[in-house]
């Protein structure tokens, strides 16, 4: 099937780190409006490597919104006008003639490494710092032996459906990662496993995200109206009670 | 069913098969039968407690001083690195994507597996061994397969432990539910995204490891070659993707966690990134392929809506709990709007041919179902090429029944994944689904060790051949991941590290700079050939050869047929390919195109594997073998055996080594599902 969409792109172009980059125009023809916005990537890609040029380097992997990889700023919203991943968006969003613009995540903490791939490591490195239940495998009593609340193991599953991809990052004007952070701190909070090491886990958590060159959250709400699978605000204002209750006691 | 065949668990209860068909002839060597060095004997259900009291033990304090490099950081990959970090070893983990959290373990939606019998509906542990078994179509072996039952009670506790939130009942109980094929409900989940969380818990216990100190993580990492020096496999060398520098790390074992090769069809439910070369590399350097024909084809995806389609995705089959699969009776009503079809001139096939198991029935019979539909001219759907390629999954009964709201708890992830994939809305208009690639059963030959036939590489997860035999029972591909990353990896691989650690290997050793310049000339030569054509456009040119003859009928002159054009296709690709940049810089070309490669020679010796079986087993349907009813035939007297495949060199032909099927606990049942 070709379709019919003629768009113009304008995408970010950097060879690597170091280097200076800069905002490149491309012209794209017969898009149809079932394919996703990263298949029409491909077909500048294929395009530009029949032009001799080298195709936009962009992140991407599962294209069914679950991995997380996928992180374009599109017309300078994370992941573009729908809630929902970069790869999910369908083309079916824009109309023929329109400008769409193309950019990598914009934060300091998620460096480019080249065009619109960012590096992410933080994140890795946030969970490192206390984001898991310390539970050595072999060493844990039988599932049911300890009951979950429905209701709060619901709450828990609900955060836990965070990706990690860092739009909420990308979209907040003080580049904090409050969301995400307070996605995984609600995720273990809410579990009877997760309350021994609840107080320190936040207090860690905290200071690795602020050590990473994330800023702080101001309640603005981006991150949560960019968040592709929803995750609410109020883990925040569970970020910031857990946080209060540790520093209170004195940890 | 399983109390009629219980028995002794020490005689063998069926025979050793003679194949007398050789429809492969001229297209392989035969070599020596093999046998599992390790295989356990003895009562199958004191097998696995038997084995780890006579592994040996590996001293706490040596434990930091042998190295283990692990490959992938899927359920399988990083299960393993967190259990043998908290033990003490020193972990080196891979992966190519920029963080562990996003291999395509995360993408898993239905659930998991586990004899845990919290319904009290007869479940054990000897049935989900029965079950998986008989799923498997008796191509798996009996030790192993008990052994993953036996383990899978141990998985839930432990992912509880750590946290996954599994779906639970009013009374903060874990709930289950019933997954394709079998009549108990013992599949646990997390809406439709248990994959997902089983990944985050297991990344998250690695992280831990990686926080302690005891695991080191490379992203963007890929292993392009194995070392093996004296035998033994001691290392990997990898490319860093950012700088594209060529990196060597030696090891006292290597285990590959690398996941499937879907990918081989160019469309299938894997990530777009998902790839043979890690495993590819190992068997050029020695390691056997086991069964690569086993494909299995999952009934319930989106369907293809034209050219330029990327990559296909997956809707758990929990949905056939409630849906109900369709067509219309007549083609000419295939245009039609659905809902304007009354119920007489619906064809629910599924219900219709299989009363008993209906809707349920296992993934190749449901796969394989649609297509025969479909080929008759009743498939609903655009039409993508000359026929319409899609069948109907209906839930308007079961939200009649049940409401809305009890819908959308359990599917409303599904349910928004279709709708924005198709712009349909499926609590109104009855979904779509067609068949699409989504897992193998084949993969590298190990033993009950789960390690390959070159000492100190292991292999766990969808990447080794092991449990699943000719076809997986849904919800037991993270049962198995997990199943050898926390509990039997750990406890096999001891036995081969006590020996350790091995005599240091020197960077400049004649085998580690062999595998060196063997990656960077290969890396070379992929940027000189500078030809015409996109290493995509021939990944989509072997997905069609692929699907159309291997894919889910196959048949001897349709075999012969692909051989004789991947052959063309490999010449073309190494004088025609055009890769774009440089290889010290991220380069996602040339990533591909060493992809590409293996996937062409994997795709060859898939269809000689599939040729050479002439019978039809689970997932691999013969077209010369199926039974008058069209359905598939097995032949046990010839075919009871694992097909492990050496690789023949570049120049030869790949070497058949039999490893028979012994089956002492169950007897081999011609599989009916009516």
């Known amino acids: 099937m070709i379709g019919t969409m003629n768009l113009t792109l304008k995408i970010w172009r950097q060879p690597h780190a170091e280097a200076q980059g800069g905002m490149r125009e491309y012209q794209v023809s017969g898009i149809s409006e079932d394919m996703s916005f990263l298949e029409m990537l491909d077909i500048l890609n294929e395009q530009l490597q029949e032009q001799g040029e080298e195709p936009v380097a962009f992140d991407h992997d599962c294209r069914e919104g679950i991995c997380g990889s996928c992180s374009l700023m599109i017309n300078g919203q994370a992941h573009g006008p729908e809630v929902t991943t970069s790869c999910q968006l369908h083309m079916r969003s824009f109309k023929d003639g329109d400008t769409i613009t193309i950019e990598p995540w914009r934060s300091e903490a998620f460096p480019v490494v080249k065009d619109l791939v960012v590096n992410r490591s933080a994140f890795d490195r946030i969970i490192q710092s206390g984001g898991y239940i310390s539970a050595n495998t072999g060493s844990a009593p039988e599932a049911n032996s300890v009951p979950a609340p429905r209701e709060k193991a619901m709450r828990a599953f609900n955060v836990a459906t965070c990706i990690g991809c860092g739009a909420c990052v990308a979209a907040c004007p003080n580049g904090s990662a409050s969301l995400f952070l307070g996605a995984k701190i609600t995720h273990l909070g809410e579990l009877p496993q997760g309350q021994p090491e609840r107080y320190e886990r936040i207090v860690d958590m905290v200071a690795q995200h602020d050590a990473e060159g994330f800023g702080g959250c101001t309640n603005i709400g981006e991150c949560a109206a960019a968040c592709p699978k929803g995750i609410p605000l109020d883990v925040i204002s569970q970020l910031n009670k857990d946080l209060r209750t540790a520093i209170k006691a004195g940890r | 069913m399983a109390g009629s065949t219980l028995h002794d668990g020490l005689t063998p209860l069926n025979a050793a098969p003679t194949q007398t068909s050789d429809d492969a002839h001229g297209y392989y060597t035969l070599g020596e039968k093999i046998v599992d060095p390790v295989a356990p004997t003895g009562p199958i259900a004191q097998r696995w407690t038997t084995r780890k009291f006579e592994n040996r033990l590996v001293n706490p304090a040596n434990r930091r001083k042998l190295n283990i490099i692990i490959v992938g950081t899927g359920l399988a990959g990083a299960a393993a690195a967190a259990t043998l970090g908290e033990g003490g070893y020193n972990v080196k983990s891979f992966c190519y994507q920029d963080s562990p959290r996003r291999a395509h373990s995360i993408a898993a939606q239905g659930g998991i597996n586990a004899a845990k019998n919290y319904k009290e509906d007869g479940d054990s542990v000897f049935r989900l061994f029965y079950d998986t078994v008989k799923g498997g179509d008796y191509r798996s072996r009996e030790s192993n397969v008990y052994r993953l039952a036996e383990v899978s009670t141990n998985i839930i506790d432990q992912c509880v432990a750590q946290g996954v939130p599994f779906a639970r009942d009013y009374g903060g109980l874990l709930d289950n539910r019933s997954f394709g094929g079998v009549q108990v409900s013992r599949t646990f989940y997390a809406r439709g995204q248990t994959g997902q969380q089983l990944l985050i818990g297991a990344y998250q216990a690695m992280e831990r490891q990686v926080a302690a100190g005891t695991v080191t993580q490379y992203t963007r990492h890929e292993m392009l070659e194995l070392i093996v020096k004296d035998g033994k496999a001691r290392g990997i060398i990898a490319r860093d993707l950012v700088t594209g520098e060529i990196e060597t790390h030696l090891a006292d074992a290597v285990v590959l966690a690398s996941g499937g090769y879907g990918n081989v069809f160019y469309l299938s439910t894997n990530a777009m990134g998902s790839n043979v070369t890690a495993a590819w590399r190992a068997h050029r350097k020695g390691a056997y392929m086991a069964n690569p024909c086993f494909t299995q084809i999952h009934p319930t995806c989106i369907p ?45 096939y599924l219900e219709r041919i299989y009363p008993s198991f209906g809707n349920l029935v296992p993934r190749d019979i449901a796969s394989r179902q649609a297509k025969n539909v479909c080929d008759e001219g009743r498939g609903v759907g655009p039409m993508v090429g000359d026929f319409r390629r899609g069948v109907y999954l209906d839930f308007s009964d079961a939200i009649k029944r049940l409401g809305e709201p009890a819908i959308r708890e359990k599917y409303d992830n599904l349910f928004d994944m279709y709708q924005r994939i198709t712009g349909e809305n499926p609590y109104e208009v009855p979904m779509r689904i067609y068949p699409a690639v989504h897992y193998v059963m084949g993969g590298l030959w190990v033993d009950y060790h789960l390690q390959s036939n070159i000492p100190g590489l292991f292999v766990t997860g969808e990447a080794n051949f092991s449990d699943h035999g000719a076809n997986r029972l849904g919800a037991s591909a993270l049962m198995q991941g997990l199943a050898d990353g926390y509990f039997v990896l750990p406890n096999t691989i ?178 009916s599902y009516k």
């Not at chain 2, 990944?539 to 012969?560: A, D, F, N, Q, S």
């Open chain 2, 304 to 348: 293809v809506s034209g050219e330029h389609q990327s990559k296909l995705t997956l809707m758990s089959e929990s949905l056939r709990n409630d849906g109900r699969i369709w067509v219309p009776k007549r083609a000419e009503d295939c245009e039609k709007d659905p809902r304007d079809i009354p119920e007489e001139d619906r064809d629910y």
């Open chain 2, 494 to 671: 001891r036995e081969y590290l006590a020996d350790g650690p091995f005599a240091p290997v020197s960077e400049d050793d004649g085998a580690v700079v062999e595998a060196r310049e063997a990656v960077r000339s290969r890396v070379e030569r992929f940027l000189s050939i500078n030809g015409t054509r996109s290493p995509d456009s021939f990944h989509k040119e072997l997905g069609h050869i692929m699907w159309e003859y291997c894919g889910m009928e196959r048949t001897e002159p349709g075999l012969r047929k692909a051989i004789d054009m991947i052959r063309e296709l490999k010449r073309e690709f190494w004088n025609d390919l055009k890769v774009l940049g440089t290889a010290d810089s991220l380069n996602q070309s040339l990533e591909k195109a060493g992809r590409v490669a293996d996937f062409i020679e994997l795709g060859e010796l898939m269809c000689v594997d599939a040729l050479n079986r002439r019978e039809s087993c689970g997932g691999h349907f013969r077209g010369e073998s199926q039974t008058e009813d069209g359905e598939a035939l097995r032949h046990d007297d010839e075919f009871a055996y694992v097909a492990a495949w050496e690789w023949g060199g570049d120049e030869g032909q790949p070497v058949l080594h039999k490893e028979d099927l012994v089956y002492t606990a169950i007897e081999m049942k011609q599989r």
